[in-house]
């Protein structure tokens, strides 16, 4: 099984700005949890982040993954298109965030993605991003 994962606009800042909100995890530092946690469920991971948004629409759409684990960044909450993509391939899905967005300003509290997710996992700082694989892994193994 190969999971795609994509890290969305900013998300290669991690670890130089704002701990208190993101961490003080770097990108490089959470990929590699990835990529252990994705050794031990037995599956590979293709990972990438980008700041453009139809980059990560064509990624969504040349994959041939078996799921999508997505933090969209500031895209989670604007994106129609991004949506459209995700929708479009029919691939499951996990949308994840390394804040509590519900918890956060009333413009973060909507995600346009979260309705052609299969879930979404918000609020455990790194660790959103290792449930969140567990969670489809065990989706697509369903
Ligand atoms: O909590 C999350 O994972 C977010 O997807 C992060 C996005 C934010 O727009 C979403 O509302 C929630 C922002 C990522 C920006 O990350 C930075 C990290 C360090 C310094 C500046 C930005």
């Known amino acids: 099984m190969k999971i795609l994962v994509l ?7 991690l670890g130089q700005r704002e701990p208190e909100i993101y961490g003080s995890m770097t990108l490089a530092d959470i ?12 599956v590979t991971v293709d990972i990438h982040q980008s700041n453009h948004e139809g980059e990560l629409i064509d990624l969504i759409q040349q994959t041939d993954a078996d799921g ?15 949506r459209d993509a995700i929708s479009g391939v029919g691939l499951p899905a996990v949308e994840c965030h390394l804040s509590n967005i519900h918890a956060r300003e009333p ?3 909507h995600s ?13 700082g790194w660790r ?11 989706r697509v193994n369903e």
């Open 68 to 82: 999508i684990l997505i933090n969209p960044g500031g895209y989670t909450h604007t994106s129609v298109a991004i």
């Open 112 to 124: 346009y993605i979260s309705p052609v997710c299969v879930g979404q996992v918000s609020g455990f």
């Open 107 to 109: 413009f973060r509290q």
């Open 7 to 13: 890290h969305g606009p900013n998300l290669n800042l």
């Open 31 to 42: 990929n590699q949890k990835l990529l252990n946690k994705a050794e031990s469920l037995g």
């Open 128 to 138: 959103s991003y290792l449930l969140a694989l567990e969670g489809l892994v065990h």
